[in-house]
Nanobody, 123 residues
Framework: QLQVVESGGGLVQPGGSLRLSCSSS????????MGWFRQAPGKERERVSC????????TSADSVEGRFTISRDNAKNTIDLQLDDLKSEDTAVYYC????????????????WGQGTQVTVSS
């Protein structure tokens, strides 16, 4: 089973920044495309950003393009999401996902979601 742990969330004012991190002690990330998703109260989980297995290609949702940056360090087995210029509508639980490809955004069949990390943007 592919399991991940997310961290780094918190409360931040509009315009502020956070850095989220995803890690796992169960498997190596280097073989997989990885993505960040988020789910706000009462809404469905949505895609945020994805990075290819080698880290040479990324894609992000229009709503976060230019503000969020996904990166990976395969040696450290971590996937990070830098969140800048945060807005109230970015408030959500953020999840890290193991993907089949960034083109499809489908998660690996043997992947299970972690607990996520809460990001709250409020003044």
């Amino acid at each position: 089973q592919l399991q991940v742990v997310e961290s780094g969330g918190g409360l931040v004012q509009p315009g502020g920044s956070l850095r989220l991190s995803c890690s796992s002690s169960k498997f190596r990330f280097q073989y997989y495309a990885m993505g960040w998703f988020r789910q706000a109260p009462g809404k469905e989980r949505e895609r945020v950003s994805c990075i290819s297995s080698g880290g040479d290609w990324t894609t992000s949702a229009d709503s976060v393009e230019g503000r969020f940056t996904i990166s990976r360090d395969n040696a450290k087995n971590t996937i990070d999401l830098q969140l800048d210029d945060l807005k109230s509508e970015d408030t959500a639980v953020y999840y890290c996902g193991v993907l089949v490809t960034c083109n499809t955004w489908h998660t690996q069949p043997n992947f299970s979601w972690g607990q996520g990390t809460q990001v709250t943007v409020s003044s």
